[in-house]
């Protein structure tokens, strides 16, 4: 520790830094994080969007809980909305009521609220693609993959519990699918409904609990990871993508302080203003059109948010009547494979790094991104997997798909099982071809140059199209990536091959058995010699 005072500072934001700083210490921490470099790029925005709305949430939400009644107590509405003045319902439904039509500002704040979830959970999702595709999951960042998982989880959770509060028929409809998916779950699934629900469905305990997990348990763990999943981002620094002068050991970009906190600190205000000009202008979850829960008709036309139409979908999906009676229970095996769908979907999804990880055997660390097309078959599942949630999305919609383009419902349902299976087989071939195909022309470019159209005549007679060589800056970005051959396999020290390792070997073959080799130097030289000639 020093002893050395810093120069007294003058003016009231110095004399109060000095003050702190003497009580505390922080100035070197400050300085020390205000030197970190935060490189630029577009898609490294996705991650700061789902940051600002979460604090637009938690802003907006607070307001919330001052006037949101939890309580399922039946009460006849007396509020300043005519049409459903007099009509039975949930205390819940008649506050967020009250807060749309009562309460200054009320509204405002639910739309944006909503809206604010809505923007949260798909920036997080194109976050997570965007990781994905790059492959900035691999070592060191597979753990914070994993947390930044848990969040996405976590994300849906809010969503789907912050949807179920206002107690309206949209919401009833919502808790109805959960609660016939929880009982079609052998042996467990009527006692945990009966625990969840308070009895039978719908009960008059589950606003209540829901408002817990929503305002308490699940914003705590949501702020938690995110602390953890921030502070990684430091502790590994960020990934860059390829490009001039950006290497594997080094971050090219803005220090965070001054340019970088400036940068951050707009575009919060530039997504609020956003978020805020929509919840102003766009109405959402209109509960007074819907009225209060009524399970009787066959279908209200509703839809969940965005976010869990992929879980309906794969409701809507599964052939009906898939039923066995087994030991005096009822399997109901078209709850049971969705539900298992869903579950080895995430899972998948959750485990991939580590599945990459083990097939490369790629122990080294990675800072500088993979662009998409130098990893063909990671692309491919990607590809494959995005397909494979976008049938399952529109299987959400499936009734309303077959009113509006006045087909039939059992057509648009074939339609989507059949493309739920092939859809994804097709999206991998094409994209592993296309990825392939551009490091094809990468290759090209980078031994050949580009045609210019200029054809001049030899001394010879001859006629040829001159080529412009690459500058040393493009160059750059065409050769630095690391590229994975098929591992061989050979015997272990005990000079046994393995089950463990044949599979290994052959999902390694099933990865880069393709592959378009990167151009060495000897090829680079012996090109430039060429084009000399
Ligand atoms: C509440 C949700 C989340 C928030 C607020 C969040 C926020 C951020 C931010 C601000 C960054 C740095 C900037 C950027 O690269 O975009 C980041 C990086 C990262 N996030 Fe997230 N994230 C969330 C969810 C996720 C999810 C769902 C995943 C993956 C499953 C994920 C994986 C990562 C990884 C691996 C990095 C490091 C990327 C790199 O250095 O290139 N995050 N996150
Ligand atoms: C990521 C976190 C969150 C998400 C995705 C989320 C989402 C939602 C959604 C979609 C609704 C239904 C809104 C509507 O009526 O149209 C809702 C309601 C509500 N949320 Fe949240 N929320 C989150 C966090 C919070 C937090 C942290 C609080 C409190 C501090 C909160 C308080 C409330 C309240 C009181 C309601 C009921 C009032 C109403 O429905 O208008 N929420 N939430």
Redesign the pocket.
Known sequence: MSNVTAPAQTGVVGKFSNYLDERTSISGAVKEFGRKVFPDHWSFLLGEVALYS?VI??LT??F??FF?QASMTPVNYEGSYVPLKGIEMSAAMAS?LD?SFDIRGGLLM?QI??WA?LL??ASIGLHMLRVFFTGAFRKPRELNWSIGFVLFVL?MA??FT??S??DDLLSGNGLRIIDGMVLGLPVVGTWITFLLFGGEFPGSDIVGRLYSL??LL??AF?LIFIVLHLMFVIIHKHTQYPGPGKTEENVVGFPILPVYAAKAGGFFFLVFGVVALIGATVT??P?WNYGPYDPSPVSAGTQP?WYIGFADGALRLVPPHLETYWFGYTWSWNIIIPVLLLVVFLAAAFAYPFVEAWVTGDKREHHLLDRPRNAPVRTAIGAAGVTFYAVLWAAASSDLIATHFKVTMEGVINTLQILLIVGPIIAFVVTKRIALALQKKDREILLHGFETGRIVRLPGGEFTEVHQQLDAYDRWQLVSYNDNAPIMLRPNPQGKITGGMRMRASLSRFFFEDRIAPVTQEEYKQALEHAHH
Do not use: K, W
Request: hydrophobic letters at 50%.
């Open positions: 979460f949430i938690l939400g607070s919330l809980t949101f967020t807060i639910r609220h909503h979830a949260f959970v994300a809010e969503g912050g949807y509060l206002p929503h305002i699940l914003p949501v959402i979850n509960i948010d």
